[in-house]
């Protein structure tokens, strides 16, 4: 079943090309398929286009449909072209002539894009929930580990004393930031395009702003060309914020590798999170931080590949745009794998301690011996000179101690200051007004 089809039928050959891996990617949409068509039906009633009985009719239906999928009963049937047709086509078959006025004063474009809009509003939620575990545990051990050094590095030479405190810290830190670039790519998700039609709107006397507050949208796309011109465009910013988490997630699990290094010998974990080898008895591969770090670079890949997909297309629908759908869905689960699998390693995570007791790393308290030099009324430069040339002689026996005390050093974390700035940041998403509205739809 096609909902543009006439009589003439396409070469199976073009349905397969043109229908390609839709039937699965639609999957993603299924529910949210049917709670824009919950609010589409509540607007046609308000404009005479539905019966208040044909409205029940459906609602009691579509809610059924609803709950098969929450249930993970629901399945397209081998014939039909994507979830849209596929609930018109239950509609139908439960309601007759009813089923078939669903479709009123809206195009296939529009409720793509409004299932997409509800899609990525609702996986990105899912995503910053999951940031949140993530940055919980690390401010956790930034506090527990908070007075163990660790060697710090600049162009991957020993540099300053750092400390695991500050490590955790830091990417407990970078992940704000992340869930601000998610935030921004929520309030474009969080649009109401329904009503733009095929994306020059209708000569219905459609209430737009009715299906908005129905779906716990913030606001519409008032333009209606600009509801489609749209599709592409909120897919890549939401991709950007995912490439964002991504690249905290695969540097961090870059250091990991490093510090899992023999040579290095900061950190390491139980057998059962390692990997061995074939032949050598003795490995212990760090292979869920490689596999992280690949697919974190595949998911920093993804901004590019939608830009290129999407790149010159005039206004307007194009079929080029059905193709995002297999770059980006997978793109969250992927992407949560990620921040579940590196939750459970840190979870693990056993930390070695008195590193810098090592002779190996005596040159890292260089800076804090001229810093105490200058304390005592050297000029910076002369301090500087003075420290050089004790080096360079075999005179420099430095005391292994730091005292650090602004804001952000090792001394002064500022762990509950960062927490905040996660707060207010996530504070920002209407999650619950949102829950709230659609709860409302299907209750």
């Not at 239950?90 to 409004?114: A, F, M, Y």
């Not at 299932?115 to 990105?124: E, G, N, Q």
């Not at 580990?145 to 695991?164: E, I, N, R, V, W």
């Amino acid at each position: 079943m096609k909902l543009w089809q006439k009589t003439t039928a396409s070469l199976d050959e073009v349905n397969r090309f043109t229908v390609g891996r839709d039937r699965e990617m639609d999957l993603h949409l299924a529910r949210f398929d049917v709670l824009g068509s919950l609010a589409h039906i509540a607007m046609l009633e308000s404009i005479g286009l539905l019966t208040a009985a044909e409205r029940s009719d459906l609602r009691r239906e579509l809610i059924a449909i609803h709950s098969t999928m929450v249930a993970g009963t629901f399945q397209l049937e081998p014939e039909v072209e994507d979830i849209h047709s596929q609930v018109e086509l239950i509609l139908t078959r439960k309601l007759g002539e009813t089923g078939k006025k669903i479709h009123s004063g809206r195009s296939r474009n529009d409720q793509v894009l409004v299932d997409i809009k509800l899609f990525l509003r609702s996986a990105i939620g899912h995503t910053v929930h999951e940031v949140q575990r993530l940055f919980s545990l690390l401010q956790e051990k930034s506090e527990a580990h908070k007075d163990q050094l660790l060697p710090g590095y600049t162009h991957l030479q020993l540099a300053m004393p750092s400390s695991f405190g500050l490590w955790f810290g830091a990417y407990a830190e970078s992940l704000v930031d992340d869930v601000i670039l998610l935030k921004a790519a929520y309030d474009v998700a969080n649009k109401n395009p329904l009503g733009s039609a095929a994306g020059y709107g209708s000569s219905f006397p459609l209430n737009r702003t009715m299906t908005t507050h129905l779906l716990g949208f913030a606001d519409l796309n008032y333009n209606v060309v600009y509801a489609q011109m749209g599709r592409g465009k909120a897919e890549r910013i939401t991709a950007q914020s995912l490439a964002s988490v991504a690249a905290t997630l695969g540097r961090l699990a870059m250091d990991a590798c490093l510090f899992m290094n023999q040579n290095f010998a900061f950190i390491s974990f139980p057998d059962e999170l390692t990997t061995g080898s074939s032949i050598m008895p003795h490995k212990k591969n760090p292979d869920v931080f490689e596999l992280v770090r690949a697919r974190c670079n595949q998911l920093q890949s993804l901004p590019n590949d939608l830009a290129l997909m999407t790149a010159n297309l005039p206004s307007g629908y194009h079929r080029d745009f059905q193709l995002l759908k297999e770059l980006l869905f997978p793109a969250f689960e992927n992407l949560s794998d990620c921040l579940r699998m590196i939750h459970l390693m840190l979870s693990n995570i056993r930390i070695s301690p008195n590193l810098l007791q090592d002779d190996r790393y005596q040159y890292l308290f260089s800076v804090e011996e001229v810093n105490k030099r200058v304390l005592e009324g050297v000029p910076f430069r002369d301090a500087y000179r003075q420290v050089g040339i004790d080096i360079e002689a075999g005179n420099y026996h430095p005391r292994r101690t730091v005292n650090h005390t602004h804001e952000g050093s090792i001394g002064n974390l500022c762990t509950a200051d960062i927490k905040r700035m996660m707060e207010e940041v996530v504070q920002g998403f209407p999650f619950a007004k949102v829950d709230a509205a659609l709860n409302k739809l299907i209750q």
